[in-house]
Every structure is written in C-alpha cells, then in structure tokens.
C-alpha cells in the first residue's frame, strides 16, 4: 500500500525552529516529487512548495518562499519541511502529498499540526 | 497563476439529492482538473483527475465533467458519507472549496 506517514502534532513558540517529517513507503520514494500543501483553521488548502527525492531540486509558491525550506532524505524515504524562526501564524495544519503523474495529489498524509503559540 | 473559483461555497441538501458543484479557471486548462473530498480532520482524499476519470475505489455516484474553463463535479444521490467540503485542483492551485452540508 502506497502511505505517507507523517510526525506528530508540535506545540512551538514564537521565534523557535521547527521541522516535521513525512516518511514514503509502498513505492519508489525517488520516483515522486513530494509536495507540502499548508491549511489554516477554517480554511481552504494552499499549496507550498515540492521537492524531487531524486535530486532535492525544489520550487516554493512565492507566497512561501524565503519563510520554510523543503528538503528530502531519499536514503530513508522521508521529505521534511522546516522553519527557522516560527510565527503565531504558521499555526495550521500541513500535509505533504505525492504528485502523480496525471497531476494530482494521491495520496496525502494524516498531516501534522502545528501550533505556535507563547 | 492561475485562479481557480468554486461555486455555490456553500449548499445544504439531503440524502438522495443530485448535487453539482462548478469549478471557474482563469484561463483555459484542457482537462487538467481535479477534485477532492476533505472530511473534517481528515486529509483531502482524491475523487477525479483529468476532469471525468473517477479514481479507483470512488463510488460511481460520483462524475466529473467539463474541459477549458469551466467543469463540474455531480453527486448523483448524496449519501450521509458525502456531506463534506470538495475542492478543485488544476497544477499547484486549489479552489476555495464547497462545503455540502445535511438540509
């Protein structure tokens, strides 16, 4: 079975670093790119930025670049997204998901909250 | 970029109900369209890619349509699983997304 598996919820506060993990199995974990899709409270899904597991190589949405960096371990099929100095507003919930050849994201992690809060 | 608009944001209906849901792209797309089904706490869950393809394993009361511009998600009967909230999805961009509640 295809499956990501993502860490566990993260209590952090303002100006701390952060890095949560999403591990691949069930397939070619270099053969995907991985991508990390952010959703505040009440609201709707904002697409972050993806990393190629083969390569690293990675692109951000502009909305996001500069604030989280993407980055993958292909020898333990695991993508991490990571913050070096968390805001109140990052608190949300972040999903990676694998991007299929038609386009699609399929299938996505059980996501990760994060809360930042002092 | 491309914009991607949903409507109606919001519909309540009832079991059994036949329910459509339009997704509006900026510009033409081809069929590059998917659509999702989130559930509260839960992960988006995929449903259909290439505008009409129905993924494996999603019941077959679900169909996708259309193709430019303009596409449409149907539910032909909701059933009580269905009440959720259902996003478009064309490359890196979603729509705002539909949330179908119980009338």
């Known amino acids: 079975e295809v499956q990501l598996v993502q860490s566990g919820a993260e209590v952090k506060k303002p100006g701390e670093s952060l890095r949560i993990s999403c591990k691949g199995s069930?397939?070619?974990?270099?053969?995907?790119?991985i991508s990390w899709v952010r959703q505040m409270p009440g609201k709707g899904l904002e697409w972050m930025g993806r990393?190629?597991?083969?390569?690293?190589?990675?692109n951000y949405s502009p909305s996001f670049q500069g604030h989280v960096t993407i980055s993958a371990d292909k020898s333990i099929s695991t993508a991490y997204l990571q913050w070096s100095s968390l805001k109140a507003s990052d608190t949300a919930m972040y999903y990676c998901?694998?991007?299929?050849?038609?386009?699609?994201?399929?299938?996505w992690g059980q996501g990760t909250l994060v809360t930042v809060s002092s | 970029d491309i914009q991607l608009t949903q409507s109606p944001s919001f519909l309540s209906a009832s079991v059994g109900d036949r329910v459509t849901i339009t997704c509006r792209a900026s510009q033409g797309i081809s069929s590059y369209l998917a659509w999702y089904q989130q559930k509260p706490g839960k992960a988006p869950k995929l449903l259909i890619y290439?505008?009409?393809t129905l993924q494996s394993g999603v019941p077959s009361r679900f169909s996708g349509s259309g193709s430019g511009t303009e596409f449409t998600l149907t539910i032909s009967s909701l059933q009580p699983e269905d009440f959720a909230t259902y996003y478009c999805q064309q490359l890196n961009s979603f729509g705002p997304g539909t949330k179908v509640d119980i009338k």
């Open positions: 069930g397939y070619s974990f270099t053969s995907y790119w």
């Open positions: 290439a505008a009409s």
């Open positions: 998901a694998r991007r299929e050849d038609s386009l699609t994201f399929d299938p």
């Open positions: 990393i190629d597991p083969s390569d690293s190589y990675t």
